[in-house]
């Protein structure tokens, strides 16, 4: 499959980016966009630009679909279902997972696929790319795929992928939102973010270690408090609100994390480690850890 034919509709920059590695890699690549002039450089490089959506799609056997949403993706490619048949779908737009097992049936071999990565690191290592869909599609073009980044499997469901997606986004939001809201409060005592942002990295890396001890607790339905209870994490909290108003800094990002915290204590939780945190957002506390 080292030459194999592809089609990527949508040239926004991550559909230029994906084109990029493909063109980079030897793929004949064939490009289709709403505004045309969005090719010129692609065309430039040796991509064919395909005049219709239709056209696109029948240039070849393996058609990548980057767009801005699935209602675009339903309205660009719905009137040429027929020309999908035979053909391996992968549909690289954000969405949900009921809009992905919605599309599911669109062509013969479907994946759905979400990208962990920036337009900039598309084809490099530090990319890679979620997909789940139809095993025996992801097997026949799991090499020409591989030129974007790494790929990793997660089955047959088309929306497991995209739940990965939104769970890793939630975690990368909450990260952030954690250093800005830290990076506010030792501002406001004239210390540079540029000054804090190695402490916090360091203590990035020393969570993962919570995250694989508590990963454990959750699949046991168990939490041992074996570094700390609940109420003491709880007890920090409240100096970390306190501080917060103290320094003029918003307290709504500290006083939502209490909030949860004083959710599970008041459901039995109070001795328990940080984990029993995920009965609260099941929305189905436990009282007996």
Same mark, same amino acid.
């Given at each position: 499959?080292?030459?194999?034919?592809?089609?990527?509709?949508?040239?926004?920059?991550? *559909?230029?980016?994906?084109?990029?590695?493909? !063109?980079?890699?030897?793929?004949?690549?064939? %490009?289709?966009?709403?505004?045309?002039?969005?090719?010129?450089?692609?065309?430039?490089? &040796?991509?064919?630009?395909?005049?219709? %959506?239709?056209?696109?799609?029948?240039?070849?056997?393996?058609?990548?679909?980057?767009?801005?949403?699935?209602?675009?993706?339903?309205?660009?490619?719905?009137?040429?279902?027929?020309?999908?048949?035979?053909?391996?779908?992968?549909?690289? +737009?954000?969405?949900?997972?009921?809009?992905?097992?919605? #599309?599911?049936?669109?062509?013969? $071999?479907? !994946?759905?696929?979400?990208?962990?990565? %920036?337009? *900039?690191?598309?084809? #490099?290592?530090?990319?890679?790319?979620? =997909?789940?869909?139809? /095993?025996? /599609?992801? @097997?026949?073009?799991?090499?020409?795929?591989?030129?974007?980044?790494?790929? %990793?499997?997660?089955?047959?469901?088309?929306?497991?992928?995209?739940?990965? $997606?939104?769970?890793? !986004? *939630?975690?990368?939001? &909450? +990260?952030?939102?954690?250093?800005?809201?830290?990076?506010?409060?030792?501002?406001?005592?004239?210390?540079?973010?540029?000054?804090?942002?190695? =402490?916090?990295?360091?203590?990035?890396?020393?969570? +993962?270690?919570?995250?694989? @001890?508590?990963?454990?607790?959750?699949?046991?339905?168990?939490?041992?408090?074996?570094?700390?209870?609940?109420?003491?994490?709880?007890?920090?909290?409240?100096?970390?609100?306190?501080?917060?108003?103290? /320094?003029?800094? $918003?307290?709504?990002?500290?006083?939502?994390?209490?909030? !949860?915290?004083?959710?599970?204590? *008041?459901? &039995?939780?109070?001795?328990?480690?940080?984990?029993?945190?995920?009965?609260?957002?099941?929305? +189905?506390?436990?009282?007996?850890?």
């Amino acid at each position: 499959m080292s030459n194999e034919p592809v089609t990527v509709i949508g040239l926004g920059l991550m *559909g230029k980016a994906l084109a990029t590695a493909f !063109l980079h890699a030897g793929h004949p690549t064939t %490009v289709w966009n709403r505004t045309p002039g969005k090719a010129d450089a692609l065309a430039a490089r &040796g991509a064919v630009v395909a005049p219709t %959506v239709g056209d696109a799609v029948r240039a070849s056997s393996l058609v990548v679909v980057c767009l801005t949403d699935y209602t675009v993706v339903r309205d660009t490619l719905a009137p040429h279902r027929a020309d999908l048949a035979g053909r391996t779908l992968v549909n690289l +737009t954000s969405g949900t997972s009921a809009e992905a097992r919605e #599309t599911a049936g669109w062509a013969s $071999d479907h !994946l759905d696929g979400a990208i962990m990565a %920036v337009p *900039g690191v598309i084809a #490099t290592p530090e990319a890679f790319l979620l =997909f789940s869909g139809s /095993a025996s /599609a992801f @097997e026949r073009h799991e090499e020409t795929l591989k030129c974007l980044g790494n790929g %990793v499997y997660f089955g047959e469901d088309p929306g497991l992928a995209s739940l990965y $997606d939104v769970a890793l !986004l *939630g975690v990368m939001w &909450g +990260t952030l939102n954690a250093f800005l809201h830290g990076a506010a409060l030792l501002g406001a005592a004239k210390v540079d973010a540029s000054v804090f942002a190695p =402490f916090a990295n360091q203590w990035v890396a020393s969570v +993962t270690g919570f995250v694989s @001890e508590y990963a454990g607790q959750i699949d046991k339905g168990a939490y041992p408090a074996e570094d700390a209870s609940l109420d003491t994490h709880l007890a920090t909290m409240r100096y970390l609100v306190r501080e917060s108003e103290a /320094a003029g800094v $918003d307290t709504e990002w500290p006083a939502l994390v209490q909030t !949860l915290a004083e959710r599970a204590r *008041g459901a &039995g939780h109070a001795g328990a480690s940080y984990a029993s945190l995920i009965e609260v957002f099941r929305g +189905t506390p436990r009282s007996d850890s």
